[in-house]
């Protein structure tokens, strides 16, 4: 099996159970909306799947958006112990996730972290001559769980072909206070416009997909937890949405 080494060098918290890993090392043979095989010091015995969220360069940069998950030994490790210099191991490109030359428009559906192979999706998409139209639905457990929601409203802004939709379970933030999202926040407010409360839907991704109507000529993405996207796809089917269509 090859392996691929990449060096961490900026660690961005922003949230308390998530963080922003970004890598610079060899260039690796992967497609935009894939997942790697990754192997971090920290746990040098265990090894998780995540995808990176800017599609394969030749310079070798990286990004990965990690959730710490309860009792993720990985997971916990890589957004509560990860430093600029650390080494991490890559290896066994994986996944369905892409976008074909069809021509048709494309819904994505990303739950969490769900979002980083389609930002790397959309990313890739800016580099072709005529891209599709594109729709995101982006969903997280409440307006603070949008973790990228001024890059979101950057990208929207700035690529006549990308509309973002914001979904959250509930409208109102959790009563405990985020020290990572209060600092990022109060930054950002100073220097650009974010979504908001104001510009979400409420309900689960699942709840929002399933009064819509059917995507019948679409190329539909789906990426989130094992729940969400057997909710997801479940409520896609029963709308009508051919399962041809949808891939995960």
Known sequence: MQTWNAEVVQYHRLRNDLAVIRLVGDAIPFSAGQSLEVTVPQNARLSRRYSPALPPSLDGKLEFHVRAVPAGWVS??????????DIW????????LKIDDSGRDVVMIAGGTGLAPMRSLIL???QREAPPQVTLFVGGRSP????????????AAELPW???????D????P???????DTIRSEIAEAASLFGPEHCWEGSLAD????????????VLVCGSPGMEAATVSALLDNGTPESAIVR
């Open 162 to 168: 990308l509309s973002v939709i914001p979904v959250v």
């Open 124 to 126: 890739d998409l800016a």
């Open 76 to 85: 916990g490790s890589i957004v509560n112990e990860s430093r600029p210099g």
């Open 175 to 181: 009563w405990a206070p985020d020290r990572w999202h």
């Open 170 to 173: 509930q409208l109102k933030d």
């Open 144 to 155: 603070r769980d949008l973790y990228a929601a001024d890059l979101l409203w950057i990208l």
């Open 208 to 219: 929002v997909v399933s009064v819509q109507e059917p995507y019948r000529n679409h190329q």
């Open 89 to 96: 191991q890559l290896s066994r490109p994986m996944g369905n």
